[in-house]
């Protein structure tokens, strides 16, 4: 592929995502920002492989704001007790890309990424009442 298809493609990518951000639900929304996340980690890991230490910092950087951004949409009032545990794992996945920044291991990253997926695959399985705000049949 040539680098103005590469460009081409990045950037219809960038639309794309855009697009689907400004007509997703709120569910949606949080289920991109894992998805990024877990896509700068896995970038972060492929360029402390290469030696690439400013791509790394760049991708850690992004996946940093990315956690940032789902830890300060944490409800601690409507989500409870869940929220804080929540709050407290984004905190340790937080320090954890620190580590792996300044150690440039990608096992760090794996720990972090196997964090992400853990709490993505609760957040893909809830029910379907759930992610549109309406209370569970049956409940008063």
């Known amino acids: 592929?040539?680098?103005?298809?590469?460009?081409?493609m990045a950037q219809y990518g960038k639309v794309a995502a855009q697009s689907?951000?400004?007509?997703?639900?709120p569910h949606r929304l949080v289920q991109m920002l894992m998805e990024g996340a877990l896509d700068k980690m896995?970038?972060?890991k492929?360029?402390?492989?290469?030696?690439d230490y400013e791509g790394k910092s760049a991708q850690i950087t992004w996946a940093t704001?990315?956690?940032?951004?789902?830890r300060?949409?944490?409800?601690?009032?409507r989500g409870g007790e869940i929220a804080v545990n929540l709050e407290d794992l984004y905190s340790y996945m937080l320090q954890?890309?620190?580590?792996?920044?300044?150690?440039?291991?990608?096992?760090?990253?794996?720990?972090?990424m196997g964090l992400m997926?853990?709490?993505?695959?609760?957040?893909?399985?809830?029910?379907?009442?759930i992610r549109n705000g309406q209370p569970a049949a049956g409940a008063n």
């Open 20 to 25: 689907e951000g400004e007509y997703a639900s």
């Open 42 to 44: 896995a970038t972060a």
């Open 1 to 8: 592929m040539s680098y103005g298809n590469k460009r081409a």
């Open 96 to 112: 954890r890309l620190i580590d792996a920044s300044v150690a440039n291991d990608p096992a760090i990253l794996d720990e972090v």
């Open 65 to 70: 704001s990315i956690i940032n951004g789902l």
């Open 117 to 129: 997926l853990e709490i993505k695959g609760a957040w893909d399985a809830m029910p379907e009442h």
């Open 46 to 51: 492929g360029c402390i492989q290469r030696k």
């Open 72 to 77: 300060a949409s944490l409800d601690p009032e």
